[in-house]
């Protein structure tokens, strides 16, 4: 663990610019552009395809994911930007792993990306360290993603830290009855629908990679193929994406999740 001795310009947009930053892995992805991603721990199957999708071409077009290191949004955001690509901002210190579900999540990050935090070695997660962490999640991008939120969820922070930061603020376009605090945003004309994720990556993209490489397995999956099919094509992903949670086996025939 580090403290980072320099001055991220990005942090002058909050309330106080933090006493201390502390950093294990890459500091230089400081310097990329960068958008945050955050939203729902418990996630529809929608929001968490799209995310998946959101990170992963942002990643591939060169702008580095930020996120709050949770479950829900935060991982598939983190994961599917790749470890090398993302930031994961703690609410604990960088020693501690938390939560211990994404363990393993945040240690890749670790040797590959960059985990951050205002909080000393040892420090363990408290209701208050939650709001500084998610202020500083929204600090660092360019812009502010909530790809799934409920009225009064923990995401309404880091709505109000990009309002008062005077961030530009992104949602999916959800049904009615579903994600209230993305379609409050969309009503009161405070946050601008993605309907088209191509589009919307390249404002942002560095690189040109991200649109037309679509992920052929991903394009398969989706299909509803067999699994004797999926085995057959791909067979060095098809265990992978099954122990990661990006599909699921339902009567002999592969359901793509993320």
């Not at 990009?162 to 579903?178: D, N, P, Q, S």
């Amino acid at each position: 663990m580090n403290k980072v001795d320099r001055k991220i310009p990005e942090l002058a947009s909050m309330k106080s610019y933090p006493k201390e930053l502390f950093y294990s892995g890459n500091l230089d992805l400081l310097d990329a552009k960068k958008v945050s991603i955050v939203g729902a721990r418990k996630t529809s199957k929608y929001a968490r395809a799209l995310t998946y999708e959101l990170s992963n071409k942002l990643s591939r077009g060169g702008v580095c994911i930020v996120s709050g290191g949770a479950i829900g949004v935060d991982a598939i955001a983190h994961k599917s930007a790749g470890s090398s690509n993302t930031i994961a901002i703690l609410p604990c210190g960088v020693d501690i792993k938390y939560p211990k579900i994404n363990q393993n999540l945040l240690t890749d990050i670790q040797k590959n990306g960059l985990l951050l935090s205002q909080f000393a070695m040892g420090f363990r997660a408290t209701p208050w360290s939650f709001v500084l962490r998610n202020e500083l999640v929204v600090a660092l991008g360019e812009v502010l993603v909530v790809a799934e939120a409920e009225l009064g969820s923990g995401s309404m922070r880091s709505i109000e830290f990009a309002k008062k930061m005077g961030k530009e603020i992104f949602v999916f376009a959800h049904r009615l009855g579903e994600s209230s605090a993305t379609n409050e945003l969309l009503k009161n004309g405070e946050a601008k629908a993605i309907y088209d994720i191509d589009e919307f990556v390249s404002r942002f993209a560095t690189t040109k990679s991200f649109s037309v490489k679509s992920d052929l397995f991903e394009e398969f999956c989706k299909s509803n193929p067999t699994y004797d099919e999926v085995l057959k094509k791909y067979p060095e992903r098809i265990f992978e994406a099954e122990l990661s949670g990006q599909i699921e086996v339902v009567n002999g025939r592969v359901v793509f999740l993320l």
